[in-house]
């Protein structure tokens, strides 16, 4: 990781900016298939920010390997802070043209509709423009998705803070229970940033 990460000497221009916060849920296990799909559009960037437990389910490598970065909260707490340096939440919502919650879990849905912002994550999102793109794919067992609270943040979420919420679909989940709580499939979420922004497919490195 670079040591300080300056969004206006990080962005490029003519490029889309994209922004993928994984977190606990299972689903995260997408993220390596996310970042590669956005990535082999031309002139797309993809940074990574992953809430601790979003490790569990993917690996930095998988994500460095596809050639974007991942920030954690370590990024953001180095115990070197000094005034003039870059505070990093707000840097990366700086950076982002748009802004991918994909899996949303239950702990950090709940964290956005009552505005928290105890990590990397949910600081960045309490920082972000009204006018940046935001989209949340929740991902979460069906028990949790129907407790009326997911309802509740839900509504917060879509009519307050007026993020797109995506999701979930019913499928076979991880734990085996059979219902509403998966994450909408990967491939979907990709598309919309590629329509979102028009994106065309990136030519074969030999004919660009
Ligand atoms: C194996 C495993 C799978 C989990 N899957 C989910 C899930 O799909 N959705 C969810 O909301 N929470 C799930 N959890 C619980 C979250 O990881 C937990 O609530 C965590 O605190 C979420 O933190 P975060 O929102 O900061 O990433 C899972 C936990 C474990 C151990």
Not at 112 to 122: K, P, R, V, Y
């Amino acid at each position: 990781m670079p040591e300080h990460f300056f969004a206006e000497l990080s962005r490029r221009p003519g490029y889309t900016h994209v922004l993928l916060i994984t977190t606990g849920s299972v689903a995260s296990i997408k993220a390596p298939l996310i970042v590669k799909e956005l990535l082999s559009y031309s002139k797309v960037l993809v940074d990574v920010v992953a809430t601790k437990p979003s490790l569990e389910f993917y690996t930095k490598d998988e994500i460095v390997k596809a050639g974007a970065r991942v920030w954690t909260d370590e990024d953001e707490w180095t115990g070197e802070f000094k005034i003039g340096d870059p505070i990093l939440h707000i840097e990366l919502r700086r950076w982002a043209d748009i802004v991918l919650v994909a899996p949303c879990s239950a702990n950090t849905l709940s964290k956005i509709a009552h505005g928290l912002c105890d990590n990397l994550a949910t600081s960045l999102m309490r920082a972000l423009a009204p006018t940046t793109p935001t989209y949340i794919f929740p991902a979460m067992n069906t028990l949790m998705y129907e407790h009326p609270l997911t309802a509740e943040h839900l509504r917060i979420i879509r009519d307050v803070v007026g993020y797109n919420v995506v999701g979930p679909i019913g499928k076979k989940l991880a734990c085996g229970d059979i219902g509403i709580g998966a994450m909408t499939e990967w491939r979907d979420i990709v598309q919309i940033v590629v329509d979102n922004f028009q994106l065309s497919k990136a030519l074969p490195e030999n004919l660009s």
